[in-house]
């Protein structure tokens, strides 16, 4: 199938905000902190819990819930600057998988201490052992650091938590966490990316600020016409779409379809439309433009076959296309 673009250039083409958004990314970013936490201490949670832990499907986890909460921050921020949603999502996707590393550290930190107690337990008397458990009650993550990270690593703090053989336990073996915090950081980036995107390229209205619902299926042609239910989408042609309607009526449509999709808004009810190629295993592929379309031309859409736009008692007849 040929890539369809057409050779002309829509006025009543739908157009993202231009511009950063600095204000409403600003809004969606400081909501979207919350969700970093939340997730962060899902994932530690479920490390305290003992369940098993499977490298990876924190990453999943957390990407799509962190995609999702986005999504919302997104919708109520207002924001549809792609390249501020980008850095939203990039930016809170890292600083969740930093904190929740960060938490594991500290988790880990406090499991050495009860270990080191443990072992010293009874042993109060020893020379060096009370001293030594001062120490560790006092200062943990020095203790920690001086006498497991640093000898192992040469480094103290997280990084050393993240290179160290005995940060975490993974199917019951010791492991570096520095594998998980890569594979997980990686899932989580891109998901969270993937899931929160949809939010900001969905069409939104800028003559009374809400966003678009799913768009309606309103014609479903073989996928072969879909040039032609292209032109005449975005030419605003009523009698275009109901004598194509007319010609395919009863054929097959095998394996895939052209669909027109339309786009209305909640709130003042303007509507767009655009037209998408469905082929069963694929993604959706947009083959025109969204542009605003007429009452009239929307009925054209949605026309049964058999009954004209002029047979419809309500509908007012099609108008100048430059009205
Ligand atoms: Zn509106």
């Known amino acids: 199938m040929p890539d369809q673009t057409l050779p002309y250039v829509s006025e009543r083409e739908y157009r993202p905000a231009a511009g ?3 204000k409403a990314a ?3 970013f400081g909501s979207g902190l919350l969700a970093v936490a939340a997730v962060a201490a899902a994932v530690v949670a479920w490390h305290l819990s003992g369940l098993p832990v499977i490298i990876g499907v924190a990453g999943v986890a957390q990407g799509l819930a962190l995609g999702w909460m986005l999504r919302a921050a997104f919708r109520r921020a207002k924001l549809r600057s792609r390249a501020s949603a980008t850095v939203v999502c990039v930016l809170l996707a890292i600083g ?6 960060a938490a594991l550290y500290v988790r880990q930190v406090y499991a050495v201490r009860s270990g ?5 337990a009874g042993r109060e008397d020893e020379s060096g052992a009370a001293a030594l458990i001062l120490n560790l009650s006092e200062r943990p993550f020095e203790f920690y650091d001086t006498f497991v990270l640093r000898p192992e690593t040469g480094r103290g703090g997280l990084v050393g938590f993240l290179l160290s053989k005995q940060g975490m336990t993974v199917g019951g073996k010791p492991t570096r966490p520095l594998g998980a915090f890569v594979v997980n950081g990686a899932l989580l980036i891109g998901l969270t990316y993937l899931t929160a995107r949809s939010q900001v390229r969905r069409p939104f209205c800028d003559d009374c600020g809400n966003w678009f619902g ?9 996928a072969e016409h879909h040039a032609r239910l ?3 989408v975005e030419a605003g042609d009523p009698a275009a779409a109901v004598a194509l309607n007319r010609e ?3 054929q097959d449509l095998g394996a895939g379809c052209a669909v027109a999709q339309v786009h209305r808004c909640p709130g003042c009810g303007h509507t767009f439309a655009d037209v998408v190629v469905i082929i069963s295993g694929n993604p959706d592929r947009p083959v025109s433009r969204l542009v605003r379309v007429s009452t009239a031309m929307v009925q054209a859409l949605k026309s049964e076959p058999v009954v004209t736009v002029a047979e419809q008692g309500e509908t007012p007849p099609p108008r100048p296309l430059n009205d």
Request: glycine residues 6%; proline residues 12%.
């Open 20 to 22: 950063l958004q600095p």
């Open 26 to 28: 600003a809004t969606a």
């Open 96 to 101: 969740a998988n930093v904190l929740t590393h």
């Open 116 to 120: 080191v107690r443990g072992d010293l």
């Open 214 to 222: 799913p768009p309606a299926n309103a014609t479903v042609v073989p």
């Open 230 to 232: 292209a032109a005449a």
């Open 248 to 250: 395919v009526a009863g």
